[in-house]
């Protein structure tokens, strides 16, 4: 049973906390295990390839996921290599976490929602907030930020980078470990960033903030945004540093501009209220 706000004690918060955070990242693991255990084969049928999973760690799908990644991501002078045993065993435990984090992404999300939702004062609305306003926005915000990395952010920097050595004639390689914690440092990292309208709005839902807050601290958001950005991209150009700083920025503005929305809302539902009254 959901406890109203206030009613249920810290350490019933904590115990609930702990169990939800018990189910997400047991979803992770589940996850990782099968795509570090099975490969995606295929076989042709009427004429159609078929795709099924099978058993197959060592073509497994978070292999095939690197060697795509390689693919698309990497310029065409630049080869991954393995300096050291295990390596690229360990690359592949990464890439099969990324892949947990991902397909587990709307597990973890309505966790997250299940418990800040007692916190919301208007308890006939939770189920919509559910549904809607925060639960779909999270995912869908992860996803296109994630993707925004790939297509734009990630291939750039690393164009940029390995231009240098080109510049003064050097073999260029990549460490598979490096590479795919860079990959995974920008996916992640601007997935999660890419919610911020969705954790405003959330937090705004609890009563804590408001549109007035959100105005007043833009200034210092632009100067946290600028700084994360800077720590992102480790380019030096400033280019890639704008590619995080401008969508976060904007990202800011449209949760500002839901909230106020929300409180215009909200004030006329009084209004009528007390008319009615």
Avoid: C
Wanted: aromatic letters at 14%.
């Amino acid at each position: 049973m959901s406890a109203t706000p206030g009613e249920m004690p810290l350490q019933g918060h904590l115990i609930e906390f702990r169990s939800r955070m018990i189910r997400a990242v047991a979803a992770i693991i589940i996850v990782t295990l099968f795509t570090a255990s099975f490969g995606i084969h295929s076989v042709v049928f009427s004429g159609y390839n078929i795709y099924y999973p099978f058993p197959d760690p060592l073509h497994n799908i978070s292999v095939q996921l690197t060697y795509y990644m390689r693919d698309t991501l990497l310029p065409e002078h630049v080869q991954l290599i393995q300096t050291a045993p295990g390596q690229a065993f360990f690359a592949q435990i990464y890439v099969s976490l990324l892949i947990g984090v991902i397909i587990s992404i709307p597990i973890i999300t309505k966790e997250i929602i299940g418990f800040i939702s007692p916190a919301i004062e208007h308890k006939e609305k939770k189920k919509r907030i559910l549904s809607v306003s925060v639960f779909l926005p999270m995912i869908a915000l992860f996803i296109g930020g994630a993707l925004f990395s790939y297509v734009l952010v990630i291939p750039f920097v690393l164009e940029f980078l390995y231009n240098y050595g080109q510049a003064i004639g050097v073999a260029t390689f990549f460490n598979i470990n490096e590479f795919i914690s860079f990959v995974l440092q920008f996916l992640i990292g601007i997935g999660i960033a890419f919610e911020l309208p969705v954790f405003m709005y959330a937090i705004s839902l609890t009563g804590i903030t408001d549109a007035s807050f959100w105005r007043k601290n833009f200034r210092y958001a632009i100067i946290v945004f600028v700084i994360f950005g800077a720590v992102i991209t480790p380019d030096g150009s400033g280019i890639t540093m704008w590619l995080m700083t401008g969508p976060m920025i904007a990202l800011y503005l449209v949760g500002l501009a839901v909230i106020e929305r929300k409180q215009r809302k909200r004030r006329t539902e009084l209004q009528v209220q007390t008319k009615e009254a």
